[in-house]
């Protein structure tokens, strides 16, 4: 996998290159590149990387015009010391938002995303899957939610969204990355402003996402047990009035 580093400051684009060749091997850093302009030039002559480490604040300008001038589809993992530019950089391109430093574990779980997201998108095997999830998107779903976590304020995207689970009169998200956060939405609520193809509601107690399904077993009483990547506070249970519509929802 190729990969090309923007960052203003020498020493810190050094340091990232050597840790992300530490993680893997297989992770070739093509270039490294200091500036707004030095990107567009080079996003200009040569063939896109497969991934982008990218400084924010940069010594000409703001990192987010080299991908809105080049038209770089290309995804993004912005690396600041910084968390103000968090919303303006997950309306770009952006996986991942990571505040320095940055460690080898912050680095592992950013790879991991990107490619888990990367074989959700980028496979040509996955096109026609593509074209409806990119159609229903444009529909008016939401794309990302804001939660208010301490004194901040931050954007979830919903592809990252692993389950939602109600419980206590609280409603609480819980990301593919481990974290938790507690939305003011209602299960009701976010029912319908989440993509349909992408998220069922499984019962009062759960809304879960397609892609983190592991399995369905056959359970009690024709309802059906769902298995889902990580942890969760409880089963994930789909009655039997819903059985029908949820295993139809698979086969979408």
């Known amino acids: 996998m190729k990969i090309l580093i923007i960052e203003d400051e020498i020493k810190t684009a050094k340091e990232l290159k050597g840790l992300i060749e530490n993680v893997d091997k297989d992770l070739q850093v093509i270039a490294l590149l200091h500036s707004v302009s030095a990107a567009r030039q080079w996003l ?14 940069l010594g000409d300008g703001l990192s987010f015009d080299i991908y809105r001038d080049a038209a770089v589809n290309v995804p993004v993992i912005f690396c600041t010391a910084f968390d103000e530019y968090a919303i303006r950089a997950f309306e770009i391109n952006s996986i991942d938002y990571l505040l320095k430093p940055i460690d080898e574990n912050m680095l592992e779980q950013s790879l991991h995303k990107y490619q888990r997201l990367k074989g959700l998108f980028d496979s040509t095997a996955n096109q026609h899957n593509m074209n409806r999830i990119a159609g229903m998107l444009d529909a008016g ?13 931050i954007p979830i995207k919903t592809i990252d969204i692993n ?30 402003l989440l993509n349909p193809w992408q998220f069922f509601k499984a019962n009062r107690q759960f809304i879960i996402n397609r892609e983190t399904i592991e399995s369905v077993e056959h359970y009690f009483n024709r309802r059906l047990f769902i298995k889902i990547t990580g942890e969760t ?19 979408q």
């Open 44 to 57: 200009a002559v040569n063939p896109h990387p497969d991934l982008i480490f990218s400084d924010i604040q």
């Open 141 to 153: 779903y939401k794309k990302s939610l804001l939660v208010y976590f301490k004194d901040k304020i």
């Open 163 to 192: 389950f939602i689970h109600a419980a206590n009169g609280l409603v609480h998200l819980h990301t593919t990355y481990g974290h938790r956060y507690t939305t003011q939405y209602t299960m009701d609520q976010l029912e319908t």
């Open 233 to 251: 506070p409880e089963d994930i249970i789909v009655s039997k009035i819903k059985s029908a519509s949820f295993l139809k929802w698979m086969e």
